[in-house]
């Protein structure tokens, strides 16, 4: 499974809903942890190898060994308050690091590998990675979280280095 670099069109498209978690399903599922692991990345989209659909995996935060994934569903953010900044970076735009805003505390309802609808409320790191990730099913890549100012200047960056 190839990472997606920027400018891939692919990266910029909105995701369609997953409607069947099969066999076939879970093991893109697996091999999308192994490919997110491998880059050293904290979570990894659908869109970012190819995937139009709705789903991610990330590191599960509350787990310090970091041993753990979580892999969500067809999520939808339901709460979300406070706004914090985080210095953020992609897999899909690698090398460049920047402070994004987010919201400090979400609520995100989804579904998880068994079909089981579940809701966390995650803060810190791991609330800042499920925003990340979200956004990209959306085709919502992390600089357009940024202030104006840094966003044109992280632009000019990254299309200078990716053609
Ligand atoms: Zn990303």
Do not use: W
């Amino acid at each position: 499974m190839d990472i997606k670099i920027y400018p891939d069109p692919v990266l910029l498209k909105n995701c369609v809903s997953v409607e069947k978690v099969d066999d076939n399903f879970i093991s893109t599922v697996s091999i999308m942890v192994d490919t997110m692991r491998a880059a050293e990345g904290i979570g990894l989209a659908a869109p970012q190898v190819g995937i139009l659909q709705r789903f991610f995996v990330c590191l599960d935060f509350d787990d310090e060994n970091k041993e753990k994934t979580i892999v969500l569903i067809n999520p939808e953010i339901t709460k979300m308050e406070g706004r914090i900044e985080s210095k953020e970076g992609c897999l899909s735009i690698p090398g460049f690091y920047e402070y994004v805003y987010r919201y400090e505390k979400i609520e995100i309802k989804a579904y998880d590998l068994t079909g089981k609808e579940v809701i966390y409320v995650p803060d810190g790191i791991q609330s800042v990675v499920f925003q990340h990730e979200f956004d990209h099913l959306d085709g919502i890549l992390f600089p357009e979280r940024m202030s104006q100012i840094k966003k044109d200047i992280f632009m000019k960056k990254i299309n200078k280095e990716f053609k």
